[in-house]
């Protein structure tokens, strides 16, 4: 796969020297995920890991308001998938990264709010920068809903285990400047200086030797065979969790409150 036939309307990807950037290309819904999405991300990331050139990939998104919303629930009401019809793509899970394990390095330059399922992808990928203004929350229990993408297991990984209970249990965000205090984030740039920093911190990594840095990369984060074993047990009891809260009441009432702007009156149930 070339260059030229990666990406689609809502994805574009591009080459800077052994950098692959992969932007998220839908600002006008906040970086939403639908298949597309997914589906562009996704073969991002197989064409990245085959090609040797490749040394470093950066996931970013288009405009200066948000990251990624999560996922686009406009798509849902439609009654749309997230994810291809293809069971191997739709196996790389949400926007196509979360349960996608690659070799190469990957940077997320979190360009605006990175809540819900943009704080997830976050998570997923190896290293982070951030526009200095960013926010990182997980909102979904004010929603009827929680983080299904991996991130109540991965957050209480990356952060000290109070903090990230917090964040889990309130919902609330954190700024980057806490992030960046808190290890979640590896870096803060200003708005017109995100993309340099990332592709410094890219540049960095590109100058070692490929094999030794994606041997690295697979013991630091437990891959093999393109899978993370020690993962295994979290995404099934995950499954599990979402069958029970998706499908709830309270699953119901929280995009309903929110879309009459009015507080959300729990059942429990």
Do not use: Y
């Not at 009654?79 to 940077?107: T, Y």
């Not at 499908?247 to 507080?263: H, L, V």
């Amino acid at each position: 796969m070339t260059m030229s036939e990666l990406g689609n309307d809502a994805v574009t990807v591009e080459r800077q020297g052994h950098v692959m950037i992969v932007t998220i290309n839908r600002p006008e819904a906040r970086n939403a995920v639908n298949r597309f999405v997914h589906e562009g991300v996704g073969d991002a990331l197989e064409a990245a890991e085959h090609d040797p050139e490749v040394r470093c990939v950066i996931v970013t998104g288009a405009g200066d308001k948000s990251f990624c919303a999560g996922a686009d629930l406009v798509a849902l009401s439609r009654g749309e998938s997230l994810a291809p019809d293809d069971p191997a793509k739709a196996a790389w899970g949400f926007a196509g990264l979360v349960s996608h394990a690659i070799s190469k390095p990957v940077i997320a330059a979190v360009n605006g709010h990175a809540l819900g399922g943009g704080l997830e992808i976050t998570l997923a990928c190896d290293l982070a920068v951030a526009v200095d203004t960013a926010q990182f929350g997980l909102p979904e229990p004010k929603r009827g809903l929680f983080a299904a993408a991996g991130g109540v297991f991965r957050l209480p990984e990356q952060l000290p285990k109070k903090i990230a209970m917090e964040m889990i249990l309130t919902g609330d965000p954190i700024s980057a400047a806490r992030a960046l205090e808190l290890g979640l984030i590896n870096a803060v740039a200003p708005a017109g200086g995100l993309i340099e920093a990332a592709l410094t911190l890219a540049g960095r990594i590109s100058v070692n030797a490929p094999l030794s840095v994606q041997a690295s990369k697979r013991m630091a984060q437990g891959i093999v065979d393109r899978g993370v074993p020690r993962e295994e047990a979290a995404w099934k009891q995950n499954r599990a969790e979402t069958k029970i809260v998706f499908t709830s009441e309270d699953s119901r009432e929280g995009p309903k409150a929110f879309a009459e702007k009015r507080a959300p009156v729990w059942k429990a149930k």
